[in-house]
C-alpha cells in the first residue's frame, strides 16, 4: 500500500515516539476452524490471519465478521481491540452490527424508498421509518462462500439476486480480507452488477484500543480529515446540506479526545463526514490514538466519506468473548462509505452501480504502538 507522503503537523506531535509493531519472526497464515451452524448444511468456519507481528484477525464467514483483531500494546501485551463474540450463538441471536461486511447499502435510506431509471422501489423500513444497513436480512446476516486465497488472505463471496430485500438486479459482490507484515488490515470489496443498483458497501467494526470492552473510548484522541460533514434530523437522515465542521463539536481536524464535546451532539456521535482528497485515491482520513495502551490505528480509505459512531445504542445487555459488560460507548466506528441517503439526494456523490461497471472500494485499517 503506498503512504501518505505528507501528514500535518498536528498528527506529528501526537505520534511521536510511535512506530511500527516490532517483527518477532512468527510466519504469516490463515487458519480455518470450526465455529458453528445455522441447521442443515449451513456449517459456520472462522478463520484467523495471522501475521509475523503479534497480530491476529479472526473473520467468519456468517456475515464476513470481523470477531476480534488482538495487537500488542506499548509493553507487549496482547489484547483484542474490536468488539465481538466467541459463540456463533451470539451472532444469530442478533446484535448491532459488530465486525459485519455492510450491504447492499451500508446507512440509512429515507423510507426505505428511491427511485431509479423510471421505476420506485420500496425497501425494508428496519430503522424506525426508515431502511438501515441492508434492510432486514442484510450481508452481515447470510452466510458468504469463504477461500483461502494465500498465507496472508481470505476471499469471500455472496450472491445476491435481483429483489433481495427489495433491491433491484443480481449483484454478484467480494470482499478480500488481507493482513500483512506492515501491520495492515486491508479490505477490498468488488461488485458487478445485472441490472442498475444502489451499493455502499463497509465494514461495521467496533474498536476499543484499550483492549478492554469494560472500559469507555471517551479518551481516545481522533483526527478526522474532514472539513465538512453531512446534518442530519432527528431521525439520522441527512437533510442535504454539506456543512462546516469548524467551529461545531463535529470539528476533529486537529486531535481531540471524543469525549470532549460529545455531550454538545446528544447521544452521541453517529455522523457521516466529507472526508478531504481524491474520490477514489487510497489516502489517510483518521488516526486514533490511546495513550494508556500505546495503541494507535490508521485509516486510509478510496471512500468520498465514514461515518463516525461511538456505540451510543449499546446499553449492557451483551458480553463479548472476555465476558466484558458492554455498556454505552464501549467502542467506535470509522465506517468508510459513500454518503447516507444518497439515492434521493443528486448533488451526493452517486451510489448508483449500472450493469457492465464494476464497484470496487479499498479501506485499510493500520496498528501501530508507542515505543516503551
Not at 75 to 96: C, M, R, S, T
Not at 116 to 122: F, H, K, P, Q, R
Not at 319 to 335: A, R, V
Request: net charge negative; hydrophobic share 30%.
Amino acid at each position: 500500500m503506498k503512504q501518505t507522503q505528507s501528514i500535518s503537523y498536528c498528527l506529528l506531535i501526537l505520534f511521536l515516539g510511535c512506530t511500527e509493531i516490532q517483527t518477532e519472526n512468527l510466519s504469516a497464515s490463515v487458519e480455518k476452524e470450526y465455529f458453528g451452524s445455522m441447521g442443515t448444511n449451513n456449517q459456520v468456519d472462522i478463520y484467523t490471519l495471522r501475521n509475523s507481528n503479534q497480530i491476529e484477525v479472526k473473520i467468519t464467514n456468517y456475515g464476513g465478521i470481523i470477531t476480534s483483531i488482538t495487537t500488542p500494546d506499548k509493553q507487549g501485551e496482547v489484547a483484542n481491540v474490536v468488539l465481538g463474540f466467541d459463540d456463533i450463538e451470539k451472532y444469530l441471536d442478533g446484535h448491532p452490527y459488530f465486525g459485519a461486511i455492510i450491504g447492499r447499502y451500508g446507512n440509512r435510506i429515507a423510507k426505505g424508498e428511491f427511485s431509479l431509471n423510471g421505476e420506485d422501489y420500496s425497501l425494508a423500513t428496519n430503522n424506525g421509518n426508515h431502511h438501515l444497513h441492508g434492510g432486514d436480512k442484510g450481508f452481515d446476516k447470510v452466510l458468504w462462500d469463504a477461500q483461502v486465497t494465500s498465507n496472508t488472505s481470505l476471499e469471500l463471496t455472496y450472491r445476491s439476486e435481483d429483489g433481495e430485500e427489495g433491491y433491484p438486479g443480481d449483484l454478484d459482490v467480494k470482499v478480500i480480507y488481507t493482513l500483512n507484515d506492515d501491520n495492515e488490515l486491508i479490505i477490498e470489496y468488488e461488485a458487478t452488477t445485472n441490472k442498475a443498483t444502489p451499493v455502499n458497501l463497509t465494514n461495521h467494526s467496533y474498536f476499543n484500543l484499550t483492549g478492554d470492552g469494560s472500559r469507555d473510548i471517551l479518551d481516545h484522541i481522533l483526527y478526522i480529515d474532514a472539513d465538512h460533514y453531512t446534518p442530519v434530523n432527528k431521525e439520522s437522515i441527512p437533510i442535504g446540506e454539506i456543512a462546516e465542521v469548524k467551529n461545531t463539536p463535529f470539528d476533529f481536524s486537529s486531535p481531540n479526545k471524543i469525549g470532549s464535546r460529545i455531550k454538545q451532539v446528544g447521544v452521541g456521535y453517529d455522523h457521516n463526514y466529507v472526508l478531504n482528497g481524491q474520490l477514489d485515491s487510497l489516502r489517510l482520513v483518521s488516526t486514533v490514538h490511546e495513550p494508556e495502551s500505546g495503541r494507535s490505528l490508521e485509516v486510509y480509505t478510496t471512500e468520498p466519506g465514514m461515518q463516525f459512531y461511538t456505540g451510543n445504542f449499546l446499553d449492557g445487555s451483551l458480553t463479548d468473548g472476555q465476558d466484558n459488560i458492554l455498556n454505552k460507548h464501549s467502542g467506535f466506528c470509522l465506517e468508510t462509505q459513500h454518503f447516507p441517503n444518497s439515492p434521493n439526494e443528486p448533488a451526493f456523490p452517486s451510489t448508483i452501480l449500472e450493469s457492465g461497471e464494476t464497484y470496487q472500494s479499498t479501506t485499510v485499517f493500520k496498528f501501530l504502538v508507542e515505543r516503551p
